[in-house]
Structure formats: structure tokens, C-alpha cells
């Protein structure tokens, strides 16, 4: 995947994990806060106002039932309506508060069952109480003696209310632990969950950028090796996969122009050969051609010593014009043995300059195409008959 993507995507992929990671742990954060703000408002603004709301219950059922049985012993020690009147009004006042406070309570606790049935419970057994204080008070103005017994009944209703708000108190401080626990079992999540998100989010951009790097060192390298090759005069070129950034693309170029250099110096060699080949056929041409003139120039010599050796026995007219013809031919002769001589120089010089061009070319290891003229059997290049040394061509890239 790394070799497909281009420098700048690799550059920025480090940092750009790094930044998802950082957003995914803000978005963490953010949201063991949100959750750590709403367990703390579930215990402040809801549990602490239930336990309130119920201890303000239990307090004010307390207090009423004191003044009931304070206003019953006043009814009984017989104070006047006047003296009895304010403490009949308080006790009305506050009756009717906790009715408001158990109606109260009972709407904010909607949302758990078991909150509700307590409250609901108390409630029902207060609205009892309260029935029970108010008959045991009209008895207690027509006849005292028997109040007492009244109210007696009025205290079981109470004891009943009392044991269904202690009930109800136990149960909010159990929810209200309960939550409490629940927001330290959050924050200790979060405490664990956010240094091991941090500590992944460093390993995994240490680790991204150990990938990025050692990619680019990969197509670096290859690189250097290449041009370490080319200056030692190695044309084969190793097949690899090309990523797609820009030092792939400098690779590709590299290898394409080392292979059309390749290509280049096969091409010379083989002129070289050919050359040197046409050279050596031109010397053998040129030594037959020189041997022939060299016997013809032996005959025409035996064939004036003969005609001097019959010019000197005989002397005729026509002795003179032979002479003359043989040496003209000799003469021909000897130009044609020049010619041939500077010929056979030439064709030498040729394959000299053959076999130094094809030395030059073997300093360079170039790449097999399985073309039988060219090389030997052994991946080395056939040498130069006639040629300054032997010439060489490795295929392999084995280095000195």
C-alpha cells in the first residue's frame, strides 16, 4: 500500500493517524466528561434533592405528629379555643405542606418504580394518619377520657408512615451510592482507557513512520545500487516492482535509459564483431591476393633470366621487345604486391581498431536477450581474433 501512494500522502500519513487518534480521544474525553458531569448531576440534583425531600418528609411528619399529640394535651388540660386556636392552625399549615411535599415527591420520582411505590405507600399511609389525628382530636373535644385510646390508633398509622419513609430513605441512599459507584467505576475507565489510547496512538504513528521510512529507504537504496552499477560498468537491469511516488519514477527512468544504454552498446558490440569479422575475411582475401602476386612476380623473374639467357646465345630482333614486356609486367606486378601489402596493413589497423572498440564495450556487464552471435556459452563474449587481448563480457552482476 505504501508503494502506491506518492511522497506527500506517505509524509503526511504519520501525522494524520496521530490526528485521528488525538480526535478520536478528545471525542473519548468529551465524552467520559459529558458522562462524568451527568453522574455527578444524577447524585447532586437528583438523588441529593430525593434524600432531602424525604428527611424534609420525615422531619415535618415528626413535627406534626408532636403538636397533634401537643394539641390533644391541651385539649385535654382544658385550654380555651383562643389559646388552642393558633396551634390548630399550624398543625392544618403543616399537614397540608407535606401533602404538597409527598405530591411533590411523587412527581419527580415517576421515572423509578420502586422510588414511586415507596412514596406512593407513605403517602397513602400518611393521608391515614392524618384521618386518624383529626377523629382522635374531635373525640378528644367531646370526651377526653377516651382520646387517649384515640390517638393511639393515629400512632400505628404514624409508626406505618414512619416505616415506609424510613424505607424510602434507606432506598434513595442505596440508588445514591449506587451512582456513586457508577461514576467512579466511569472515571476509572477513563483513567485507564485514555494513557492506553495515548500510548496506541504513539506506538502505532512510531510505527507508521518506521513503514514510511524504510519504504523510502527501499526505493532509495535501490536507487544508489543502481548507479553503483552503472559506475561499475553493470548493464544488467534487475526486475523489481515500481512504486508509484517520485523516487519510483526515478527509478523507472533510470532503469529505462540504463536498458536503452544496454541496447546501445549490444548494437556497437555487435558492429565490433561484424566489423572484426569483415576484417579478418579482408586479411585472408588480402594474403591470397598478396601470395598470387608474389608467385606471378617469381615466374615473370625466371622468365627474363630464360629470356636473357636466350638473348645472349642468340641475338634477334624480337629479344629486345620481349625484355621490354617483361619488365613492364614485373613492374605491374610489384604495384599490385604494394597494393596488396598496403591492403593487408589496412585490414590489420581495421581489426585493431575493431578489437580496442569491442574492449571498450566489454568494460560493461550488460543483460542476456538470448541472441546466439553475440556471446559465448558462459555468458562471456567471444573474443576478437587478432584483437589486443582477451575481451570479456560478464553477464552476471558480480562485482570486484
Not at 35 to 41: A, C, E
Not at 55 to 59: H, K, R, T, W
Not at 100 to 107: G, M, N, S, T, V
Not at 319 to 337: H, K, L, M, N, P
Given at each position: 500500500m505504501l508503494n502506491k501512494l506518492r511522497i506527500g500522502p506517505k509524509l503526511l500519513?504519520?501525522?494524520?493517524?496521530?490526528?485521528?487518534?488525538?480526535?478520536?480521544?478528545?471525542?473519548?474525553?468529551?465524552?467520559?466528561?459529558?458522562?462524568?458531569?451527568?453522574?455527578?448531576?444524577?447524585i447532586m440534583q437528583e438523588r441529593a434533592v430525593r434524600l432531602k425531600a424525604v428527611?424534609?418528609?420525615?422531619?415535618g411528619t415528626s413535627r406534626a405528629h408532636t403538636e397533634a399529640y401537643q394539641l390533644l394535651a391541651w385539649l385535654n388540660a382544658g385550654f380555651t379555643f383562643n389559646r388552642t386556636d393558633g396551634l390548630v392552625r399550624a398543625t392544618h399549615a403543616r399537614h397540608a405542606a407535606l401533602e404538597?411535599?409527598?405530591?411533590?415527591?411523587?412527581?419527580i420520582t415517576q421515572t423509578d418504580p420502586a422510588e414511586r411505590r415507596f412514596v406512593v405507600e407513605a403517602q397513602a399511609a400518611y393521608g391515614q394518619y392524618v384521618k386518624a389525628v383529626a377523629d382522635a382530636l374531635d373525640i378528644a373535644i367531646d370526651d377526653h377520657a377516651i382520646a387517649a385510646n384515640a390517638m393511639s390508633k393515629a400512632g400505628r398509622a404514624f409508626d406505618v408512615v414512619a416505616q415506609r419513609l424510613e424505607q424510602l430513605s434507606l432506598l434513595e441512599q442505596a440508588l445514591g451510592e449506587r451512582d456513586y459507584r457508577a461514576a467512579?467505576?466511569?472515571?476509572?475507565?477513563?483513567?485507564?482507557?485514555?494513557?492506553?489510547?495515548?500510548?496506541?496512538?504513539?506506538?502505532?504513528?512510531?510505527?507508521?513512520?518506521?513503514?514510511?521510512?524504510?519504504?523510502?529507504?527501499?526505493?532509495v537504496r535501490a536507487i544508489g545500487v543502481a548507479a553503483v552499477d552503472l559506475a561499475e560498468g553493470n548493464l544488467a537491469v534487475k526486475n523489481r516492482e515500481y512504486g508509484g511516488d517520485e523516487i519510483a519514477a526515478t527509478a523507472r527512468a533510470l532503469d529505462t535509459s540504463v536498458r536503452n544504454l544496454n541496447t546501445?552498446?549490444?548494437?556497437?558490440?555487435?558492429?565490433?564483431?561484424?566489423?572484426?569479422?569483415?576484417?579478418?575475411?579482408?586479411?585472408r582475401s588480402t594474403a591470397e591476393v598478396r601470395a598470387r602476386a608474389e608467385r606471378q612476380a617469381a615466374s615473370l623473374q625466371q622468365a627474363s633470366g630464360m629470356v636473357r639467357a636466350l638473348g645472349a646465345d642468340?641475338?634477334?630482333?624480337?629479344?629486345?621487345?620481349?625484355?621490354?614486356?617483361?619488365?613492364?609486367?614485373?613492374?605491374?606486378?610489384?604495384?599490385?604486391?604494394?597494393?596488396?601489402?598496403?591492403?593487408?596493413l589496412d585490414?590489420?589497423?581495421?581489426?585493431?581498431?575493431?578489437?580496442?572498440?569491442?574492449?571498450?564495450?566489454?568494460?560493461?556487464?550488460?543483460?542476456?536477450?538470448?541472441?546466439?552471435?553475440?556471446?559465448?556459452?558462459?555468458?562471456?563474449?567471444?573474443?576478437?581474433?587478432?584483437?589486443?587481448?582477451?575481451?570479456?563480457?560478464r553477464l552476471a552482476s558480480v562485482r570486484s
Open positions: 500519513l504519520a501525522p494524520g493517524i496521530v490526528l485521528v487518534l488525538l480526535l478520536i480521544l478528545a471525542t473519548g474525553a468529551y465524552l467520559g466528561m459529558a458522562r462524568q458531569n451527568q453522574s455527578l448531576d444524577t428527611g424534609d418528609l420525615v422531619a404538597r411535599q409527598f405530591a411533590r415527591l411523587e412527581r467512579e467505576a466511569d472515571f476509572m475507565t477513563l483513567s485507564l482507557w485514555m494513557p492506553a489510547l495515548v500510548a496506541a496512538a504513539v506506538g502505532l504513528a512510531l510505527l507508521v513512520t518506521s513503514a514510511v521510512r524504510n519504504a523510502l529507504l527501499t526505493e546501445t552498446l549490444k548494437t556497437i558490440l555487435a558492429s565490433a564483431q561484424a566489423l572484426d569479422a569483415a576484417a579478418r575475411q579482408v586479411a642468340d641475338s634477334t630482333n624480337g629479344y629486345g621487345d620481349a625484355c621490354a614486356a617483361i619488365v613492364e609486367v614485373d613492374r605491374v606486378t610489384q604495384q599490385s604486391v604494394a597494393r596488396v601489402r598496403q591492403a593487408a585490414a590489420g589497423n581495421l581489426q585493431h581498431q575493431a578489437g580496442l572498440l569491442s574492449a571498450a564495450v566489454a568494460r560493461f556487464k550488460l543483460e542476456a536477450d538470448g541472441e546466439s552471435g553475440c556471446f559465448a556459452a558462459d555468458g562471456v563474449a567471444a573474443p576478437l581474433a587478432g584483437g589486443p587481448g582477451v575481451v570479456r563480457l
